[in-house]
T-cell receptor, first 114, second 113 residues
Framework: AAGVIQSPRHLIKEKRETATLKCYPI?????VYWYQQGPGQDPQFLISFYEKMQSDKGSIPDRFSAQQFSDYHSELNMSSLELGDSALYFC???FGQGYNYGYTFGSGTRLTVV | KQEVTQIPAALSVPEGENLVLNCSFTDSAIYNLQWFRQDPGKGLTSLLLIQSSQREQTSGRLNASLDKSSGRSTLYIAASQPGDSATYLC????????????FGQGTELSVKP
């Protein structure tokens, strides 16, 4: 069965650089969520999209932006990177905002800022 | 504001033991609760999804229960194996928070051969 695809798997950037993370949801899933997981931390919600519109916003810095495209894939853009942005970034997808069918997570992108 | 707590934070058991992981949440207005497994540095694998109207779900050696009124869920693992060693996270889909998942901090399980 198709899963949630995230790319790249690993990314190393220098401070003040820009990074773009991509997420391809399971076919026919209309909702995408982005989470950030620091070392030893539980995943923290960043932002979500439902039917290509932003549906909710969490603890996402102003330096980050995201969107969901017409094919339902999503991109998280991170600018002016800081050392503290080093983390695992997960994308999850669901059908109908997860109320009935739960969420499926991708394998994550490990971002290291040096 | 919904908060999710997991106890214990870490657990070490010998192989073959049955064990229970606990999860509690402060607001009973949830749509569902999901248990995940996470291996170190890896992604989240969904284990069980319990809708708010359900009391339990089973998959193989795993059984999850939900008592929405008391804000509690348990994950029961039967006949534990070293391959079960991982961090187990519970998360709720909160009814009034846009459908996002709110996670507990996880229980790190180690099963010794």
């Amino acid at each position: 069965a198709a899963g949630v695809i995230q790319s790249p798997r690993h990314l190393i950037k220098e401070k003040r650089e820009t990074a773009t993370l991509k997420c391809y949801p399971i076919p026919r899933h209309d909702t995408v969520y982005w989470y950030q997981q620091g070392p030893g931390q539980d995943p923290q919600f960043l932002i979500s999209f439902y039917e290509k519109m932003q549906s909710d916003k969490g603890s996402i810095p102003d330096r980050f932006s995201a969107q969901q495209f017409s094919d339902y894939h999503s991109e998280l853009n991170m600018s002016s990177l800081e050392l503290g942005d080093s983390a695992l970034y997960f994308c999850a997808s669901s059908f109908g905002q997860g109320y009935n069918y739960g969420y499926t997570f991708g394998s994550g992108t490990r971002l290291t800022v040096v | 504001k919904q908060e999710v707590t997991q106890i214990p934070a870490a657990l070490s058991v010998p192989e073959g033991e049955n064990l229970v992981l606990n999860c509690s949440f402060t607001d009973s207005a949830i749509y569902n609760l999901q248990w995940f497994r996470q291996d170190p540095g890896k992604g989240l694998t969904s284990l069980l999804l319990i809708q708010s109207s359900q009391r339990e779900q089973t998959s193989g050696r795993l059984n999850a229960s939900l008592d929405k009124s008391s804000g509690r869920s348990t994950l029961y693992i039967a006949a534990s194996q070293p391959g079960d060693s991982a961090t187990y996270l519970c998360a709720v889909t909160a009814g009034n928070q846009g459908g996002k998942l709110i996670f507990g901090q996880g229980t790190e399980l180690s099963v010794k051969p």
